[in-house]
């Protein structure tokens, strides 16, 4: 990989000592080359060159702001119109697709960039540092992407590369520490210690903020009530709401208004208390998949539930009818839609379970009608059911898919991998953080779950997706066990009864951030003690922009624009080179990364 | 929609500036703008658009009480108006400032008559829109004027400002020392366990008396010999919140726990607050849309923007913030014609030889105009000069689904060119602009321009100087003044979809008579010559819509679509 020669310039020249000088050579050619109203202008750099410019790029919901500051001064949907992500994990494998992905994609974000500088931060560009908050799994296209925005669109002086983890615990005071964050595409365990991201023992699951949406819309089209406009005005006095009620139609359920009912009404409660039924839960591992396995040897278990519930249906629905005059759909016959009705009647199990241990009130929420049924007066009304406000999150917490592990996995998984010498510290200093944990009892939650799956797997309750036919009892997290009771979780919001005083040293004593504004919070701090990630300075970016184009002008049009090659200059912990047995822990430079095995995330 | 048109600015497509994207490429959309958002660099004799014009600030002023705000005090104020400008945090309306009732008990009238010039004291923020009042959440004035001052007390000693500073002390002692004995920063913290200065050694035995433990060279005071010799192996003393998140339940409103409950029994999903209005806070904070407070409304900025390559102004505003004026604007629609297309009404040219008239209920309904596939349509392109010298345009249609081999549309669309579009071929003239009063003898200017310029007027010959031509759809159709109504055609495929949209090179020259640019900057740019000194040409892409096509079998269905 042609990074391998310049990455270690770049951290040798360590963050500060290089910044300074060079942008006083950027204002100093700023001057030679501008007009006689750029002295007129400058005035208005009001912020002094130091305070820098904090951006936290979501593939959803970007953060900006001022460093110095304790909170964002502008946050935004990266999509405003229709509330969908930037990118996604998968990319086109089609060249011309992909190319034409990779367009739209660079235009949205540099709509956003300019945005932040022109629209939210009002401020100058060309005088203005960035930090940027970078996940560490942000694919490097888009980090070369976004770089070239702002070098090359915007021209910024320099750019700092931070590790959000990394920031997310600067803003809880600490450097060491084990940090979820859990976003939108996926949710990410890395363990830091003494300031080093710990990157080879980075683990990633999908199941986030967008799994959770995609499984709260398949809930609400299967279960939610949906009542039309009434026809008439008269028609909405005389013809009963319950004549009116039918299925939820696709079409009302748009991104946006998935989006608002998940941070609106959703929230996370407690491990359902009735154990045999957890075994039910778990195989549903998303909501698309058709995984039904509902296993042979407990299925008199699950079926005697089954039947009790379909049994026990009328009785809730009625009880539902009698609190509140429109009939719940809330059995509908899996009929009609295309997806496989096992998926449906399998959601339907876990409904009946759900249904049963909620107590959350239904909401009624006023929803534009679909176009192809504009007839009616006014606004339609969606019903969500309390259960599903209360429960839909499961999702998050039903693990057992070897691709797809619950988050409290995702954290075991990474406290495996973890040296042993350093699981302790790492699973008393656990943070979450990210723009998922803002539900309502999700950190919480996520405690009682980690306690859980560490439990012994008993031969009734196990940890999700165990060896469920024979018994040779798969103890995937048996060497965790003696960690049980230093399981803490720094910015946990109601800490449980601490069982050791390590944990009671830690759990809950975060400041009171909220998850998701942490890593921007941290980037503020980083830019404010003149820190941060490793610095690129535009002369650097420009030195190599100039021999790239020289390159692209040799190879005559072999490379389309939007697929330029790496850039070498942009730094990133994938393209350190392996450090031959040298201890992995240890490096000086703690920012930047620690050698790591990965070539590179660029597909 | 009805038919439109919109400029290309090459700014998106790297070096070969060339050629635009394919029109049916989603990405292809960025690249066009519409004529008036666009911007005309004379030094580099370039479109500009405002994706790629470096903009900056040259005044701040509040949209809402138009007050310019000085540049010192932004800063402090976080870009927010300082003065009485607020918005509802439920429906950001613009709140007004409500005195409360006159304390009337008595003698009917309020008692102190110069107050009821501004009202009685308790004064609160009230919305106008949706009723929001401040007092609700216990937000209270004294006075009516500088309302953002006296709130700002609360916005300084907000918890999030105050642990952000004690964080900065905490790390501050740390990275000073760590930056004496190494000269770099936070990565190298931790190679440097004990050289640490007094002051975090200190605050770090300070705390070894709370947190069995801590620092790695004490010994272990109580318990657990041994075993958790990990803690705190980085030599940073422990941070202790000014709030904690675990505590922070016990002392605001109920906190996590209590947020479960509280969501737990709404009954409407307007209880709580969205996510747009809360998502701001850093801070752990209430969930309830009841506790919502007031913002601050956001100042704006005025702008001024400069050519990306050149670094010329090509927009500048003046200063004032009432003012709607520039001091400098040079803006595309001064240099390039304008254009507009439209589809005709079948009615006003029935008897057109291969026109097909479509199904259109009422002439000019262009919302109604569909196009169906497997029938020829014709459009009419108008063209206005805006420069003070008659031009000579040419139009040209690109052939993209033919040649652009990055044409990455779906397959549908990339086998086989789904219409086909035909323009007048040779160059035709559109008369110079004129100031009203000079339009007196009109005709007469006419004659002697084409005839001084000798150009070819294309349609002229056959007797269609004032439109409706009978026969005829491709080729000049009208001119009046510095308008310009040439025809095009459209034949659209029988398995054709999508839109009928098309890229079209628009070239125009013109001849300068002065060298000189005109006197308010809006004649002649100095463009690069041509062949004479003074003619010079100017080329441009446009793309054209003229609207979805209306596939045969299904056809009124998808037309609204």
Redesign the interface.
């Known amino acids: 990989m042609s990074a391998v020669p310049v990455t270690p310039r770049a951290k040798t020249g360590?963050?500060?000592?290089a910044a300074t000088p060079s942008t006083a050579r950027v204002a100093g050619s700023h001057i030679l080359?501008?007009?006689p109203?750029?002295t007129t202008?400058r005035?208005?750099s009001?912020?002094g060159t130091e305070d820098r410019v904090v951006i936290d790029p979501g593939s959803l919901?970007w953060k900006v702001g001022f460093s110095g500051?304790?909170?964002?001064?502008?946050?935004f949907y990266a999509e405003p119109h229709n509330v969908q992500s930037l990118w996604s994990c998968s990319r086109a494998t089609e060249p011309?697709?992909r190319?034409?992905q990779d367009?739209?994609l660079?235009?949205n974000l540099?709509?956003c960039m300019?945005a932040v500088?022109?629209h939210s931060?009002?401020?100058?560009?060309?005088s203005r540092k960035v930090i940027l908050v970078e996940h560490p799994l942000l694919p490097i296209y888009i980090k070369d992407m976004i770089a070239r925005i702002l070098f090359n669109?915007?021209?910024v002086p320099s750019i700092s590369f931070a590790s959000s983890h990394l920031l997310s615990l600067?803003?809880?005071?600490?450097?060491?520490g084990l940090v979820l964050d859990s976003g939108h595409l996926e949710s990410t365990v890395l363990p830091i210690?003494?300031?080093?991201p710990l990157f080879p023992q980075l683990r990633t699951t999908p199941l986030a903020g967008s799994r959770l949406t995609s499984h709260l819309r398949a809930l609400l089209l299967l279960f939610g009530t949906y009542l039309p406009p009434p026809t008439s005005l008269s028609a909405a006095v005389n013809v009963p709401a319950a004549n009116r009620s039918m299925r939820v139609p696709q079409e009302i359920l748009t991104d946006a208004l998935v989006?608002?009912?998940k941070?609106?009404?959703?929230?996370?409660?407690g491990v359902l208390e009735t154990t045999n039924d957890m075994r039910v839960s778990s195989p549903e591992t998303g909501d698309e998949l058709v995984e039904l396995d509902v296993p042979p040897s407990d299925s008199a278990m699950s079926e005697s539930s089954f039947s009790r519930e379909s049994v026990g249906l009328e009785s809730t629905a009625s009880s539902h009818i009698a609190s509140s005059d429109y009939s719940i759909i809330s059995h509908p016959q899996p009929i009609g839609v295309s997806e496989s009705s096992r998926g449906q009647s399998h959601l339907q199990v876990l409904a009946n379970m759900y249904m049963r241990h909620s107590?959350?009130?239904d909401?009624?929420?006023r929803v534009v009608p679909p176009a192809s049924q504009q007839t009616g007066t006014g606004r339609g009304t969606l019903i969500i059911p309390?259960w599903i406000?209360?429960r839909a999150a499961e999702v998050l917490f039903e693990g057992g898919d070897v691709d797809e592990s619950s988050v409290a996995e995702v954290i075991l998984d990474t406290l495996l991998k973890v040296p042993v010498?350093?699981r302790?510290?790492m699973a008393s200093s656990i943070l979450v953080v990210g723009g998922t944990p803002m539900l309502?009892?999700f950190?919480?939650r996520l405690h009682r779950e980690l306690i859980r799956a560490i439990e012994p797997p008993a031969s009734s309750r196990q940890p999700p997706r165990p060896g469920r036919p024979a018994p040779p009892q798969y103890d995937r997290y048996a060497p965790l066990r003696p960690l049980l009771s230093y399981f803490a979780i720094l910015?946990?919001?109601?800490?449980q009864p601490p069982a050791s005083?390590?944990a009671a040293?830690n759990?809950?004593?975060?400041?009171?951030?909220?998850p998701?504004?942490m890593a921007?919070?941290g980037g503020?701090?980083?830019g404010?003690?003149?820190?941060g990630g490793v610095e690129v300075a535009r002369e650097k970016w420009d030195e190599a922009d100039l021999t790239q184009?020289d390159d692209?002008d040799d190879m005559v049009?072999s490379v389309?624009?939007?697929e330029h090659a790496p850039r070498s200059i942009i730094p990133d912990w994938t393209r350190v080179p392996i450090s031959a047995g040298a201890p992995p822990a240890?490096l000086?430079?703690?920012?930047?990364p620690a050698p790591s095995p990965r070539a590179t995330v660029g597909a | 929609m009805g038919p439109s048109i919109q400029y290309y600015c090459p700014c998106l497509s790297g070096f070969p500036v060339q050629t635009p994207p394919p029109p049916h490429v989603a990405s292809s959309s960025a690249s066009f703008h519409p004529l008036h958002s666009l911007f005309f660099c004379e030094e580099c004799d370039a479109v500009r658009c405002n994706r790629c014009v470096s903009i900056e600030v040259s005044g701040y002023y509040c949209p809402n009480c138009l007050f310019e705000v000085p540049s010192a005090s932004v800063r402090a104020e976080k870009n927010r108006c300082a003065r009485n400008c607020f918005s509802c945090p439920i429906c950001r309306t613009t709140l007004s400032v409500v005195a409360s009732d006159p304390p009337d008990e008595g003698d009917g009238r309020s008692s102190s008559v110069p107050l009821s010039t501004v009202g009685e004291p308790p004064f609160f923020l009230y919305c106008n829109h949706c009723r929001w009042d401040s007092a609700e959440v216990g937000i209270t004035f004294e006075k009516p004027t500088g309302l953002a001052a006296q709130l700002q007390k609360f916005e300084d000693s907000a918890a999030e400002s105050l642990e952000f500073e004690r964080l900065k002390e905490h790390f501050e002692p740390f990275l000073r020392t760590s930056s004496l004995s190494s000269s770099s920063h936070l990565p190298s913290v931790a190679s440097h366990h004990m050289h640490t200065s007094s002051i975090t050694a200190a605050a770090s035995a300070a705390l070894a008396r709370d947190i069995p433990g801590v620092g790695k060279y004490n010994p272990h005071t109580r318990s657990r010999a041994g075993r958790d010799r990990t803690v705190n192996r980085d030599e940073m003393p422990e941070y202790k919140s000014r709030v904690e998140v675990g505590l922070f339940s016990q002392l605001g409103s109920g906190g996590d726990e209590g947020d479960v409950e509280f969501l737990t029994h709404i009954e409407t999903a307007g209880e709580v607050a969205k996510l747009e209005q809360r998502w701001g806070n850093s801070w752990t904070t209430s969930l309830k849309t009841s506790d919502l407070r007031p913002l601050r409304i956001p100042l704006h900025s005025k702008v001024s923007k400069r050519c990306p390559t050149c670094r010329h102004i090509l927009i500048k505003p003046e200063q004032k913030a009432q003012s709607v004026r520039y001091k400098i604007k040079l803006v595309a629609a001064n240099y390039l014609p304008a254009m507009t297309v439209a589809l005709p009404s079948p009615q006003s040219g029935p008897d057109a030889s291969r026109r097909v008239p479509a199904k259109v209920p009422a002439a000019g309904d262009e919302k109604n105009f569909t196009l169906m596939a497997g029938k020829s349509y014709p459009f009419h392109l108008a063209l206005t000069n805006p420069l003070y010298d008659p031009i000579q345009v040419r139009l040209s249609v690109q052939r993209m689904h033919v040649t652009a081999s990055t044409d990455s549309t779906a397959p549908e669309k990339a086998r086989r060119t789904p219409f086909a579009v035909s323009l007048p071929t040779s160059s035709f003239p559109v008369a110079a602009f004129a100031e009203a009063w000079e339009y007196d003898d009109d005709e007469d200017m006419f004659g002697v321009e084409d005839d001084e310029l000798g150009l070819e007027p294309i349609g002229r010959g056959s007797k269609d100087r004032d439109g409706r031509g009978k026969v005829k759809t491709v080729g000049v159709l009208e001119r009046r003044a510095n308008v310009t109504v040439v025809g095009g055609e459209v034949v659209i495929g029988k398995e054709a979809r999508g839109h009928v949209k098309f890229n079209m090179l628009v070239s125009y020259t013109y001849r300068s008579d002065d060298p000189l640019p005109s006197e308010d900057g809006a004649g002649t740019p100095s463009r690069v010559n041509a062949k004479a000194p003074e003619v010079k040409t100017f080329t441009f892409y446009t793309v054209i819509d003229l609207g979805p096509i209306t596939p045969r079998e299904e056809s009124k269905v998808e037309a609204d679509v």
């Open positions: 360590s963050v500060t000592p080359q501008a007009s109203h750029y202008t005035r208005h009001l912020y919901i500051e304790g909170k964002a001064r502008d946050v011309t697709e190319a034409e367009r739209l660079e235009i540099e709509r300019r500088f022109h931060l009002l401020t100058d560009p060309k669109n915007l021209q600067l803003s809880v005071g600490r450097i060491t210690f003494a300031a080093r989006e608002e009912i941070t609106r009404c959703c929230f996370v409660s107590t959350a009130t909401l009624q929420i309390g406000r209360e010498d350093l302790k510290t309502p009892g950190i919480p910015n946990n919001p109601a800490p005083a390590r040293g759990a809950g004593k975060a400041p009171a951030f909220s998701a504004t921007w919070v503020s701090l980083a404010s003690l003149k820190t184009n692209d049009m389309p624009n939007s240890v000086p430079k703690g920012l930047t």
